[in-house]
């Protein structure tokens, strides 16, 4: 039976992904942001503001941290790039061992040359990027399943659509605003098919992260999809400073050895044929010294670790070793190394990257729409019927409502005290709080105005975001542009865009009750379904 | 360079886009398009596309090439879709100026209704 | 199309789908190591990019076959014969 194939398909479709629908919206929202997971920390500690754009950063690094560890065992300083326009250090303190931590940190003022003490801590990117593959508050392996299984039924979801839905040319480009279900038909094709290859890879890429967790028989390793390279751009803790304390008190006489270190940047830069992300001293201000020039772009796709080109020098500036990485040897790993890294957009730079956003924005869409389009559907027939109720609840719960919680954590970002204990937590709190709030909202009072409502707090908030940038940052927005913090800058236009949106899906709403409250008062009876 | 390609690309999408039956008469006046005139239309948008990758190896090594275009692939069938709701006028003066495809179809055999 | 009036067996299509189709796919894996004679990193590596792939395809074939009880005896029949195929090749877990 031909028609059968496809109805069952349908049915596959439909119901693989209505099922995990919100979790997958969620998923996709916060996944996509989690490209910009450093900007958005940057964004969400004010104090580091000013310190985009040092002048002669190298240098005063170097004599900041003379300063702090003249006698640590090696220094690291992370230069402004493109991702997190900050100056930050991290060192060593004498006969302290490399151990999984980097040791004491510190984001430089480049007016002061001093580091910048107490900036807030925050859940920052970071939050957003783990609950988008493990969710929060349960056990994490629990949650990796969880969002294992949703992109499971997603990859199903997307190869079923792609099977019903023959034509795929023949309504590439239409979409037709304002006429109910035919309009969501077209924003979910739109979402889906325009970037279908993005959507394929993410998705697959995404499993074969968590292969580990889902495939337990075979003994994997549970980390996949953990270290990213600015993970931990925090400020220093409690434990830090004792640490650094210590630092300063010089237990041995060394002999202090200077560095022409502008010299070696500048040869190290051209060698490297980019800009450089990265400095490490070892054994600084000693004849044994070595300095190594990190490069800020990945040589190839198919790293899925390390992988930036690297050369190291000695204390009379002569190159000692260089390492220009050629990539995972093998098919298997060279393949496994391109996906993983196109999942994680390591090696992207700013345009990537915001095309990477880009398409998962349309998957976001793609997602939304066909959770709404399950309702629009059966709106005619399933009214008042439960499991129709539970899904427009879900439905808008789990879109609006969590533009509302994102907006409330980017808020409570700035409002919360900076010095409290546990800051970072009251974020995450207030977050779901306000999801939280969302939910009762949509189950008790979804009938009056809920999508007007919740999608019009969330516009505002979205909306007046660059305005309490302004207001609590210590840079204000013009100082931002002249000071070129386009990190920054970027997040309040994007914030100002999905403000945008908000409201013109408020007043689509709006228009479109006006509308049904018109065509009731008139003899209505149009097609059946549709 | 990303301009370039992303100009040959939104280029190329409205060859495609001219095949369908919904945005026909936005560029023609009137009809449907015919078998013909619409594998001329898609060759000529595939090749458009392909150019399109070049400026993409011009500016990036061939992985990161691959991937810039394959992004720049769904940007540029988002924005024909949107032109081609919002602002018709502005596809057909792309059309016009930009579109080779289009110089084509005189020399297609007329297919008979 | 199957119709919905058989909630009973339209459940067990449904484990059958999902279990039965784990398993496959997860015996598929295991038969494809042992021809290839990958291991330790790299069979864990190819394992992830194989097996969700064929879990896919054996899910969209398990739902396009005509009715319930030929779904579940397809997907029963494919998983003995090939884990007994596993067993008899010496396959250890």
Same mark, same amino acid.
């Given at each position: 039976?031909?028609?059968?194939?496809?109805?069952?398909?349908?049915?596959?479709?439909?119901?693989?992904?209505?099922?995990?629908?919100?979790?997958?919206?969620?998923?996709?929202?916060?996944?996509?942001?989690?490209?910009?997971?450093?900007?958005?920390?940057?964004?969400?500690?004010?104090?580091?503001?000013?310190?985009?754009?040092?002048?002669?950063?190298?240098?005063?690094?170097?004599?900041?941290?003379?300063?702090?560890?003249?006698?640590?065992?090696?220094?690291?300083?992370?230069?402004?790039?493109?991702?997190?326009?900050?100056?930050?250090?991290?060192?060593?303190?004498?006969?302290?061992?490399?151990?999984?931590?980097?040791?004491?940190?510190?984001?430089?003022?480049?007016?002061?040359?001093?580091?910048?003490?107490?900036?807030?801590?925050?859940?920052?990117?970071?939050?957003?990027?783990?609950?988008?593959?493990?969710?929060?508050?349960?056990?994490?392996?629990?949650?990796?399943?969880?969002?294992?299984?949703?992109?499971?039924?997603?990859?199903?979801?997307?190869?079923?659509?792609?099977?019903?839905?023959?034509?795929?040319?023949?309504?590439?480009?239409?979409?037709?605003?304002?006429?109910?279900?035919?309009?969501?038909?077209?924003?979910?094709?739109?979402?889906?098919?325009?970037?279908?290859?993005?959507?394929?890879?993410?998705?697959?890429?995404?499993?074969?992260?968590?292969?580990?967790?889902?495939?337990?028989?075979?003994?994997?390793?549970?980390?996949?999809?953990?270290?990213?390279?600015?993970?931990?751009?925090?400020?220093?803790?409690?434990?830090?400073?004792?640490?650094?304390?210590?630092?300063?008190?010089?237990?041995?006489?060394?002999?202090?050895?200077?560095?022409?270190?502008?010299?070696?940047?500048?040869?190290?830069?051209?060698?490297?044929?980019?800009?450089?992300?990265?400095?490490?001293?070892?054994?600084?201000?000693?004849?044994?010294?070595?300095?190594?020039?990190?490069?800020?772009?990945?040589?190839?796709?198919?790293?899925?670790?390390?992988?930036?080109?690297?050369?190291?020098?000695?204390?009379?500036?002569?190159?000692?070793?260089?390492?220009?990485?050629?990539?995972?040897?093998?098919?298997?790993?060279?393949?496994?190394?391109?996906?993983?890294?196109?999942?994680?957009?390591?090696?992207?730079?700013?345009?990537?990257?915001? @095309?990477?956003?880009?398409?998962?924005?349309?998957?976001?869409?793609?997602?939304?729409?066909?959770?709404? @389009?399950?309702?629009?559907?059966?709106?005619?027939?399933?009214?008042?019927?439960?499991?129709?109720?539970?899904?427009?609840?879900?439905?808008?719960?789990?879109?609006?409502?969590?533009?509302?919680?994102?907006?409330?954590?980017?808020?409570?970002?700035?409002?919360?005290?900076?010095?409290?204990?546990?800051?970072?937590?009251?974020?995450?709190?207030?977050?779901?709080?306000?999801?939280?709030?969302?939910?009762?909202?949509?189950?008790?009072?979804?009938?009056?105005?809920?999508?007007?409502?919740?999608?019009?707090?969330?516009?505002?908030?979205?909306?007046?975001?660059?305005?309490?940038?302004?207001?609590?940052?210590?840079?204000?927005?013009?100082?931002?542009?002249?000071?070129?913090?386009?990190?920054?800058?970027?997040?309040?236009?994007?914030?100002?865009?999905?403000?945008?949106?908000?409201?013109?899906?408020?007043?689509?709403?709006?228009?479109?009750?006006?509308?049904?409250?018109?065509?009731?008062?008139?003899?209505?009876?149009?097609?059946?379904?549709? | 360079?990303?301009?370039?390609?992303?100009?040959? $690309?939104?280029?190329?999408? $409205?060859?495609? /886009?001219? /095949?369908?039956?919904? /945005?026909?008469?936005?560029?023609?006046?009137?009809?449907?398009?015919?078998?013909?005139?619409?594998?001329?239309?898609?060759?000529?948008?595939?090749?458009?596309?392909?150019?399109?990758?070049?400026?993409?190896?011009?500016?990036?090594?061939?992985?990161?090439? $691959?991937?810039?275009?394959?992004?720049?692939?769904?940007?540029?069938?988002?924005?024909?879709?949107?032109?081609?709701?919002?602002?018709?006028?502005?596809?057909?003066?792309?059309?016009?100026?930009?579109?080779?495809?289009?110089?084509?179809?005189?020399?297609?055999?007329?297919? /008979?209704? | 199309?199957?119709?919905?009036?058989?909630?009973?067996?339209?459940?067990?299509?449904?484990?059958?789908?999902?279990?039965?189709?784990?398993?496959?796919?997860?015996?598929?894996?295991?038969?494809?190591?042992?021809?290839?004679?990958?291991?330790?990193?790299?069979?864990?590596?190819?394992?992830?990019?194989?097996?969700?792939?064929?879990?896919?395809?054996?899910?969209?074939?398990?739902?396009?076959?005509?009715?319930?009880?030929?779904?579940?005896?397809?997907?029963?029949?494919?998983?003995?014969?090939?884990?007994?195929?596993?067993?008899?090749?010496?396959?250890?877990?």
């Amino acid at each position: 039976m031909k028609g059968g194939f496809r109805k069952s398909m349908t049915w596959l479709h439909t119901w693989s992904s209505l099922v995990v629908i919100w979790v997958l919206f969620a998923i996709f929202l916060t996944g996509t942001l989690s490209f910009f997971r450093a900007e958005i920390t940057h964004w969400m500690t004010p104090e580091h503001h000013i310190s985009a754009r040092a002048e002669s950063p190298v240098l005063m690094a170097t004599s900041y941290l003379q300063s702090v560890a003249p006698f640590g065992e090696s220094w690291q300083i992370s230069l402004p790039d493109s991702r997190s326009p900050v100056l930050g250090v991290n060192w060593l303190a004498e006969g302290e061992e490399r151990q999984r931590r980097r040791g004491a940190r510190a984001v430089i003022d480049p007016v002061s040359g001093t580091a910048i003490e107490d900036a807030r801590e925050t859940a920052g990117g970071n939050f957003l990027y783990r609950f988008h593959f493990e969710l929060y508050g349960i056990p994490r392996s629990v949650g990796r399943w969880i969002v294992g299984i949703a992109s499971m039924l997603m990859f199903i979801a997307i190869i079923s659509g792609v099977i019903i839905h023959r034509k795929i040319f023949a309504d590439f480009f239409s979409f037709r605003p304002g006429k109910k279900t035919a309009s969501w038909v077209d924003a979910h094709v739109l979402g889906s098919v325009l970037a279908l290859p993005f959507h394929i890879m993410i998705t697959f890429t995404g499993l074969f992260l968590l292969a580990g967790t889902l495939l337990f028989w075979q003994g994997g390793n549970e980390r996949g999809g953990q270290q990213g390279q600015n993970a931990n751009r925090g400020h220093a803790s409690e434990e830090q400073r004792e640490e650094r304390a210590q630092a300063e008190k010089p237990s041995s006489q060394r002999e202090i050895v200077s560095l022409n270190m502008n010299a070696i940047y500048l040869e190290a830069e051209s060698l490297l044929g980019q800009p450089i992300s990265d400095i490490t001293i070892s054994k600084p201000m000693t004849h044994e010294a070595e300095v190594t020039f990190r490069g800020s772009e990945k040589s190839s796709l198919s790293h899925f670790r390390g992988g930036t080109p690297e050369v190291t020098y000695n204390v009379k500036g002569e190159l000692i070793k260089e390492n220009f990485p050629a990539g995972a040897e093998g098919p298997i790993a060279t393949t496994y190394g391109v996906l993983r890294s196109l999942h994680e957009g390591h090696f992207a730079d700013v345009l990537t990257r915001w @095309l990477l956003f880009f398409s998962g924005v349309l998957g976001t869409v793609m997602v939304g729409s066909g959770a709404l @389009l399950w309702s629009q559907k059966r709106e005619r027939q399933q009214v008042g019927k439960p499991g129709y109720e539970v899904v427009s609840a879900l439905n808008l719960a789990g879109i609006a409502g969590l533009f509302v919680a994102l907006g409330a954590y980017f808020w409570a970002n700035r409002l919360v005290p900076a010095g409290i204990d546990g800051r970072a937590d009251w974020e995450i709190i207030i977050f779901f709080c306000s999801w939280l709030a969302c939910i009762l909202h949509s189950v008790l009072l979804r009938q009056r105005h809920g999508w007007l409502l919740q999608l019009a707090a969330a516009g505002l908030m979205f909306l007046l975001l660059p305005a309490l940038d302004a207001l609590t940052s210590p840079v204000g927005l013009v100082a931002a542009t002249t000071a070129g913090d386009w990190v920054r800058l970027s997040f309040d236009f994007v914030s100002l865009l999905t403000a945008a949106g908000l409201w013109a899906a408020a007043y689509f709403v709006l228009s479109k009750g006006r509308k049904s409250r018109a065509r009731r008062n008139s003899v209505s009876n149009k097609k059946g379904k549709v | 360079m990303t301009l370039l390609a992303l100009l040959l $690309i939104i280029l190329g999408f $409205i060859h495609f /886009s001219a /095949s369908t039956r919904a /945005s026909f008469k936005v560029f023609f006046g009137r009809g449907r398009p015919q078998t013909d005139l619409r594998n001329w239309l898609h060759i000529v948008g595939y090749l458009y596309l392909i150019a399109a990758l070049l400026p993409c190896l011009a500016g990036w090594n061939f992985q990161m090439a $691959i991937v810039v275009w394959l992004g720049l692939l769904h940007v540029g069938a988002v924005g024909v879709t949107l032109m081609l709701t919002y602002s018709p006028g502005l596809v057909r003066r792309l059309w016009l100026w930009g579109c080779l495809g289009r110089l084509g179809k005189p020399f297609l055999p007329k297919a /008979s209704n | 199309m199957f119709s919905l009036s058989e909630p009973w067996f339209l459940t067990a299509r449904i484990l059958a789908a999902t279990v039965g189709g784990y398993l496959l796919s997860m015996v598929i894996c295991l038969l494809l190591l042992m021809l290839t004679g990958v291991d330790g990193r790299d069979a864990r590596m190819l394992t992830g990019m194989v097996f969700f792939v064929s879990y896919l395809v054996i899910v969209v074939i398990l739902f396009s076959v005509s009715t319930h009880r030929r779904a579940i005896l397809l997907a029963l029949a494919s998983n003995s014969a090939l884990w007994t195929l596993w067993y008899f090749m010496g396959g250890q877990l």
